[in-house]
């Protein structure tokens, strides 16, 4: 099956920019993450989908990143204005439901605020 | 605060070895614990999940154990190869939803 899908791969902008990152999940997967990736560190949790709906994006930027999921698959996180410390790799994953189950990454976006 | 912790940045050991990597937590009364495997430039892969009922749970060449006493797993690679040089992800969930909270991880490089 495929796996999951992220565009771009890479970005740079400078700081005050806006820029939107996608992801097409596994086929079926009811549930989305966003996550960011700090450079030395592990992911930490921007923002949890089931279907459509926020399940918990207690963790996310709200001044300045959003997200929306619109029919229950694809996905985007969108960034505005970017800062210097938004500068990391995003990365989309899904799992098949709501619970406890193994999640599947995509390879992530790398983003160079500057 | 929750705190998850893993003990090292990084591991260096001898091809053929046991590496064992740990990762502790504090102030978490975690429901399960998983552990992903992340290469450069590319995401995190799921290895094992450990639920808070469990001790121990095996797959191939890795272990893992989970000590709600000591607040503590312990991820093991017996007879571990260069191939296995990566950097390794533990992560903590409790809540019904699926919500992971990840360590830092630790860059294990596995010497010929």
């Known amino acids: 099956e495929a796996g999951v899908a992220q565009s771009p791969r890479y970005k740079i902008i400078e700081k005050r920019q806006s820029v939107a990152f996608w992801c097409n999940p596994i086929s079926g997967h009811a549930t989305l993450y966003w996550y960011q990736q700090i450079l030395g560190q592990g992911p930490k949790l921007l923002i949890q989908f089931q279907n459509n709906g926020v399940v918990d994006d207690s963790q996310l930027p709200k001044d300045r990143f959003s997200a929306e999921r619109l029919k229950g698959v694809d996905s985007t996180l969108k960034i505005q204005p970017a800062k210097l410390e938004d500068s990391a790799v995003y990365l989309c994953?899904?799992?098949?439901?709501?619970?406890?189950?193994?999640?599947?990454f995509g390879p992530g976006t790398r983003l160079t605020v500057t | 605060s929750q705190k998850i912790e893993q003990n090292s940045e990084a591991l260096n050991i001898q091809e053929g070895k046991t590496a064992t990597l740990t990762c502790n937590y504090t102030n978490y009364s975690p429901a399960y614990l998983q552990w992903y495997r992340q290469d450069p430039g590319r995401g995190p892969v799921f290895l094992l999940l450990i639920r808070e009922n469990e001790k121990e749970k095996r797959k191939e060449r890795l272990k893992v154990t989970f000590d709600t006493t000591l607040k503590q797993s312990l991820f093991h690679i017996t007879a571990s190869q260069p191939a296995d040089s990566a950097t390794y992800l533990c992560a903590f969930g409790g809540t019904s939803y699926g919500k992971l909270t990840f360590g830092q991880g630790t860059i294990l490089t596995v010497h010929p």
């Open positions: 994953a899904s799992s098949l439901g709501r619970g406890r189950g193994e999640q599947y």
